[in-house]
């Protein structure tokens, strides 16, 4: 009945893609990075490491070592001037080209300070040494060099007097590079190692542990996190993101068999209106639909997939078609058959598989099945002068001649009865009806009305031998209707003819 087949392996939908990841482990590096590190040591509450090590909130370099990082901040932070387009419609320079600051870090010079520094790192503070690792994760993290980037957080957080925020912010960014690794139960690990030593646990953290959970196939644990991330979000002031709602619905999806399956598509019902609402893409538009379509509620379906449809997000075949039914199932025939005209006329790229190119083709396609059905369409909605050139199309493509003879029932209601039995004939000469019988009597019927009543005649005679009782009673009650119109316009023939004579 319904065209549309969504794949519900969720994990396909929310794979941790690294370039996710290295999204959230840029916007940490940046808050570590630069963090101030040549301030005055302050006496705070601290908290213990399972070494019974005591951080401190704050500490100062030693002189030797905080020039060498400044130089290092500065050939971080050099940028360039280049021109660019001015895409602001407010400002007086709109469309021209205007100078802007570019990063351009010195990254040799970076290098030359760090391999210095590291050269005599047994004669540095400990806490210096945690300054420079941490730059150094940051060198091999630019340079995509994941492994070693681990291996120089690893070392920041083993120092014994690295300061507090320092250690906080690189045990999350060892635990996202993990997760990049795809190394998760050690970014579980680290997570919550942070959760325990920070004041504050965001949102956006809660969200990373339910992402490293649910690619861990602890789904439970998943979802709690990530309902955590929303409400916290809310509580922070934000709109939550989108793809912890994306793996909200997911793990409802895993864990299916211990909710039940009708409570599972209510959660995941929840999910798609509020990611329709707050992010609408297609994918979201059609698994509401379809989470509709499996709870019954076809109209709702119909106006999620038509949203769809009012948003230009359909681009397959099948969405068009299976939103034309829906509009026909709930007495929409006019909006049904112009849903299939504009897949028809929309245009998308395919790649041919012969010349392997790819080529502007029609979403909606003029198969014999397709054309049925926009017929369908334009004749309930009472546009049949419509659905007849559609269906003329169909009947010179169908391999078989029962859309001829659709067409010339059609023709037949419309009292185009020449056209009935030319439709008709076609359609028993092209063969491989599943009821030929019936074919013939409606012929006889369209012969009837033009009065060519032995040709008629002939063709009830040929219906009359079918094996259905009941067409065999309708086609001989025709033929002794058919006799006795016969009679009559005989002798109304022959009282005129007697009256012009007289």
């Not at 940046?30 to 399972?50: G, H, L, R």
């Not at 690295?162 to 579980?188: Q, S």
């Not at 002939?458 to 058919?482: G, L, P």
Request: hydrophobic share 35%; net charge neutral.
């Amino acid at each position: 009945m319904f065209y549309i087949d969504l794949d519900m392996r969720w994990k396909t939908v929310i794979s941790m893609k690294k370039l996710n990841l290295l999204r959230l482990f840029s916007a940490l590096l940046v808050a570590c990075i630069f963090m101030p590190v040549d301030t005055f040591a302050q006496s705070s509450e601290s908290n213990k490491s399972k070494k019974q090590t005591t951080y401190k909130k704050a500490r100062v370099l030693q002189t030797a070592t905080a020039k060498k990082i400044t130089k290092v901040t500065e050939a971080l932070e050099r940028v360039k001037i280049v021109e660019i387009k001015d895409t602001n419609k407010e400002s007086e320079t709109y469309g021209q080209m205007i100078p802007t600051e570019e990063p351009d870090p010195d990254m040799p010079t970076v290098i030359k300070i760090l391999t210095e520094m590291r050269s005599k790192a047994s004669e540095m503070k400990s806490y210096d040494r945690s300054i420079m690792w941490n730059y150094w994760g940051y060198v091999y993290y630019t340079e995509e060099n994941y492994p070693e980037a681990i291996k120089a957080y690893t070392k920041v957080i083993d120092e014994e007097e690295v300061t507090l925020p320092l250690r906080n912010g690189t045990l999350l960014t060892l635990a996202t590079l993990h997760m990049v690794e795809e190394n998760y139960p050690k970014g579980i690990e680290l997570i919550l190692i942070w959760m325990d030593e920070v004041e504050t646990v965001t949102a956006q953290s809660w969200s990373l542990l339910a992402t490293a959970y649910f690619q861990t196939e602890d789904y439970k644990k998943a979802l709690d996190a990530s309902i955590t991330a929303v409400d916290m979000a809310e509580v922070e002031g934000y709109t939550p993101k989108e793809n912890w709602y994306v793996i909200m619905a997911a793990c409802y999806e895993e864990l299916k068999k211990q909710i039940g399956e009708k409570e599972t598509l209510l959660k995941q019902l929840d999910i798609y209106e509020i990611l329709v609402n707050l992010y609408p893409k297609k994918r979201y538009f059609l698994q509401l639909g379809q989470t509709y379509g499996v709870l019954e509620r076809e109209k709702d379906y119909m106006v999620a997939l038509n949203a769809a449809y009012q948003s230009d997000y359909l681009d397959k075949e099948g969405e068009y078609l299976t939103l034309a039914q829906l509009l026909l199932m709930n007495g929409n025939p006019y909006w049904a058959a112009s849903v299939i005209v504009s897949g028809q006329e929309k245009e998308v790229l395919v790649t041919n598989q012969e010349t392997k190119k790819e080529e502007l083709q029609p979403v909606v396609k003029d198969t014999e099945k397709n054309l049925k059905l926009l017929a369908d369409s334009w004749r309930m909605a009472q546009e049949i002068d419509k659905a007849i050139p559609v269906l003329e199309k169909a009947a010179k493509i169908s391999e078989d001649g029962e859309t001829y003879v659709l067409l010339g029932n059609l023709y037949l209601s419309e009292d185009k009865l020449k056209d009935a039995v030319d439709a008709i004939e076609k359609g028993i000469k092209k063969g491989k009806l599943k009821k030929i019988a019936q074919a013939h009597l409606t012929l006889g019927q369209a012969h009837y009305e033009l009065q060519n009543f032995e040709e008629a005649k002939k063709q009830f005679r040929m219906a009359a031998r079918d094996k259905d009782k009941k067409i065999k009673k309708t086609a001989n009650s025709w033929i002794k209707y058919t006799e006795n119109e016969e009679s009559r316009a005989k002798n109304l023939e022959l009282r005129r003819n007697y009256i012009k004579q007289s």
